[in-house]
Each structure stands twice: as structure tokens, then as C-alpha cells.
T-cell receptor, first 111, second 117 residues
Framework: EAGVAQSPRYKIIEKRQSVAFWCNPISGHATLYWYQQILGQGPKLLIQFQNNGVVDDSQLPKDRFSAERLKGVDSTLKIQPAKLEDSAVYLC?????????FGSGTRLTVV | AQSVTQLGSHVSVSEGALVLLRCNYSSSVPPYLFWYVQYPNQGLQLLLKYTTGATLVKGINGFEAEFKKSETSFHLTKPSAHMSDAAEYFCAVSGAVFSGGYNKLIFGAGTRLAVHP
């Protein structure tokens, strides 16, 4: 089966600019997650969707981050405006009762 | 609440030596436990997972881990290290599977494994 697709692979922006990441999960996976992985740390959950509803967004900095999964399939994560500390790899994952699969991530550098 | 502690941010072993990466967890519900490996500039690859049943879990690439409830541990081992094992390893904990999939994963900070000749 196809894996979790993410784009872009890399992104460099200046602080205060906006950026968006896209994720297409494995077909049929109801649950989708966005994780932030800062260099030298483990991934941290930003938001969890089940179908097109939000299950957990307690760690999402809602003043600048937003995410949507309108049709319960693919998802976008947006940062507006970006700060230097947002430099990280943004990982998308999806799961079913069978298992959990991660995408390759988007590496964001804010300068 | 759930949390994971990985003891040792860096571990160095000789090729052919035993690999032991330590993981302790805290969970208020029966845990599901995972080990992931991450190679440079790549995503997370599942090595093995414990959900229920047998406490000794075998994974890919010769790795295995044992769930010890009394010690709240899930240490990862491999009898003989290979140069290709050099990577970052993450231990993670989750709650039980629900109808739509898995609950969120809580990750440890990671252990970087170096393998020298």
C-alpha cells in the first residue's frame, strides 16, 4: 500500500512569513496526526483528527498554528506568522486498528 | 497521563557487541509500547511494538524488547550490533486502540546509537 505522503520535503522561510504543509494519509485510515520534531528531541503531537473532527489539539499553539482535514482524507497544517523556534521537522502520521504509519516529514527552517 | 524516559541520550558500542537501549514509561492505563528508528533525514520506522500478550517482542533487523510491568520498562536489545544500526532510536507509549485507530504516541527524547568498528 502507498505510504503517508507529505509535501513539501523542505521549506525555508523568513520569520513572520506564513507556510503550509500538506499530508495525504494511507487510504482508509480514519485517524491522522501532526507531530513537531525539534532537532534533538522526540516528536510532539500538535493535533489529532479522527475523520474530519479534532480529537486532541491541546498542544497546538492556536495563535499561530492551524490545521484542517475538511473531507476526512488529506490535511493541511499552517503556520502564520512563523517564528524562529518553529524550525523543526513536521511529521504527519495516520493509523487504523492495524497500525500507525509516519510520513517522511517536512523540514522547516525559519531564518 | 503518560510519559517516557529514555536513559542515555548517546550510546556507543563496538560492531558485534550487545546493544541495550533503555526505556521507562509511566501510564495510568495499560500501555501500548513502541520502538522506532530514525535514520538521518528520514521518517520514523517501526522496529517493534507491544500491545498485549507475550511480553518479549521481536522486531525487524534482529531487535527485540521485553515489557516488564513491575519495572515499568521496555528496553530494546540486539545481540550483535552492525554498522547499519547507527541511528536515532525513540521509545513511545500510547493508550489502547480505539475504533478509529491508535491514541496519540508520547515519545521519549531519543537515544543516538553510534557503532564503531
Amino acid at each position: 500500500e502507498a505510504g503517508v505522503a507529505q509535501s513539501p520535503r523542505y521549506k525555508i522561510i523568513e520569520k513572520r512569513q506564513s507556510v503550509a504543509f500538506w499530508c495525504n494519509p494511507i487510504s482508509g485510515h480514519a485517524t491522522l496526526y501532526w507531530y513537531q520534531q525539534i532537532l534533538g528531541q522526540g516528536p510532539k503531537l500538535l493535533i489529532q483528527f479522527q475523520n474530519n473532527g479534532v480529537v486532541d489539539d491541546s498542544q497546538l499553539p492556536k495563535d499561530r498554528f492551524s490545521a484542517e482535514r475538511l473531507k476526512g482524507v488529506d490535511s493541511t497544517l499552517k503556520i502564520q506568522p512563523a517564528k524562529l523556534e518553529d524550525s523543526a521537522v513536521y511529521l504527519c502520521a495516520s493509523s487504523s486498528r492495524v497500525g500507525y504509519t509516519f510520513g517522511s516529514g517536512t523540514r522547516l527552517t525559519v531564518v | 497521563a503518560q510519559s517516557v524516559t529514555q536513559l542515555g541520550s548517546h550510546v556507543s558500542v563496538s560492531e558485534g557487541a550487545l546493544v541495550l537501549l533503555r526505556c521507562n514509561y509511566s501510564s495510568s492505563v495499560p500501555p501500548y509500547l513502541f520502538w522506532y528508528v530514525q535514520y538521518p533525514n528520514q521518517g520514523l520506522q517501526l522496529l517493534l511494538k507491544y500491545t498485549t500478550g507475550a511480553t518479549l517482542v521481536k522486531g525487524i533487523n534482529g531487535f527485540e524488547a521485553e515489557f516488564k510491568k513491575s519495572e515499568t520498562s521496555f528496553h530494546l536489545t540486539k545481540p550483535s550490533a552492525h554498522m547499519s544500526d547507527a541511528a536515532e532510536y525513540f521509545c513511545a507509549v500510547s493508550g489502547a486502540v480505539f475504533s478509529g485507530g491508535y491514541n496519540k504516541l508520547i515519545f521519549g527524547a531519543g537515544t543516538r546509537l553510534a557503532v564503531h568498528p
